[in-house]
């Protein structure tokens, strides 16, 4: 992603961290998507995106250490990912933007950053 190193240092680690927070208490309400995330609680699901995201986005890449190669696509391959569950979580992901102050254009390549990546997930 080319904007990627401008998105974590305008953005900031704290306020992806509370994006990625507003995402999944948008999650735990969305019953078919949440259904997918195993676990009781969505604490380390969301600890894994946060470190995903601030790696992408040009921060540390503690990801890497933890997880190894994203291969995003692939590790979505278990769950059955349709337009409609794309939509979900897209709808959950641009609510939890709402939550935070960012600027325009930050905001704009978030957007299709988040689009590009989801369609990608498409797999069924
Ligand atoms: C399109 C709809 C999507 C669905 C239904 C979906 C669903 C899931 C589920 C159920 C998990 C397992 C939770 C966990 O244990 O970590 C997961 C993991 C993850 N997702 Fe998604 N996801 C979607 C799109 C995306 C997008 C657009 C991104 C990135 C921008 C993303 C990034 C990740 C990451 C980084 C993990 C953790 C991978 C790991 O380290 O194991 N997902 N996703």
Same mark, same amino acid.
């Given at each position: ?6 998105? @974590? ?13 507003? &995402?999944? =208490? /948008? !999650?735990?309400?969305? #019953?078919?998507?949440?259904?997918? @995330? ?13 470190? &995903?995201? =601030? /790696? !992408?986005?040009?921060? #540390? ?22 337009? /409609? ?40």
């Amino acid at each position: 992603m080319n904007s990627g190193e401008s998105i @974590y240092s305008s953005l900031g680690e704290e306020k992806i961290k509370t994006l990625v927070r507003h &995402f999944y =208490i /948008h !999650v735990s309400e969305a #019953p078919k998507l949440r259904k997918l @995330y195993p676990e009781k609680d969505l604490v380390a699901a969301e600890e894994r995106l946060f470190l &995903f995201l =601030i /790696h !992408v986005f040009g921060g #540390p890449s503690t990801y890497l250490e933890k997880r190894g190669h994203p291969m995003l696509r692939r590790r979505h391959f278990q769950w059955a990912i349709d337009e /409609h569950m794309r939509n979900t979580w897209l709808d959950c992901m641009f609510r939890a933007m709402d939550k935070v102050e960012i600027e325009t254009d930050i905001r704009e390549a978030l957007m299709n950053y988040f689009v590009k990546v989801a369609n990608h997930m498409i797999n069924r």
